[in-house]
């Protein structure tokens, strides 16, 4: 089993950077990728951020490109987010899986079987 489990939300006003940390534990040997992905007030959940574990590749979503950078090192997971947006408000959420990805499977919800309790994240104008 693995544990996934978030830290770093709060609140923050607009042009504001928060950095969230994801800490990994258990059986991790075969997760093949991780992410964020966040689930704004009223709406689905979004895969912002993926990268692939042994590799490095990265993804990000068109709405977080250039301002969210994604990291791992070791058993930690990160996601630094700067120039925060109303619309950035949602709770956050860690997420791995042990699957390859196929036609970009790896940016969508469904593909991560592992997921956190969420952290959230409010940013005001």
């Known amino acids: 089993q693995v544990q996934l489990t978030e830290s770093g939300g709060g609140s923050v006003q607009a042009g504001g950077s928060l950095r969230l940390s994801c800490e990994v534990s258990g059986n991790t040997f075969n997760i093949e990728y991780m992410a964020w992905l966040r689930r704004p007030p009223g709406k689905e959940h979004e895969v912002i951020s993926s990268?692939?574990?042994?590799?490095?590749y990265t993804y990000y979503a068109d709405s977080v490109e250039g301002r969210f950078t994604i990291s791992l090192d070791k058993a930690r997971l990160s996601l630094q987010m700067t120039r925060l947006e109303p619309e950035d408000t949602a709770m956050y959420y860690c997420?791995?899986?042990?699957?390859?990805?196929?036609?970009?499977?790896?940016?969508?919800?469904?593909?991560?079987?592992?997921w956190g309790h969420g952290t959230q994240v409010t940013v005001s104008s």
């Open positions: 997420a791995a899986s042990e699957r390859r990805s196929i036609g970009g499977s790896w940016a969508t919800p469904g593909f991560y079987s592992h």
């Open positions: 990268i692939a574990t042994p590799q490095g």
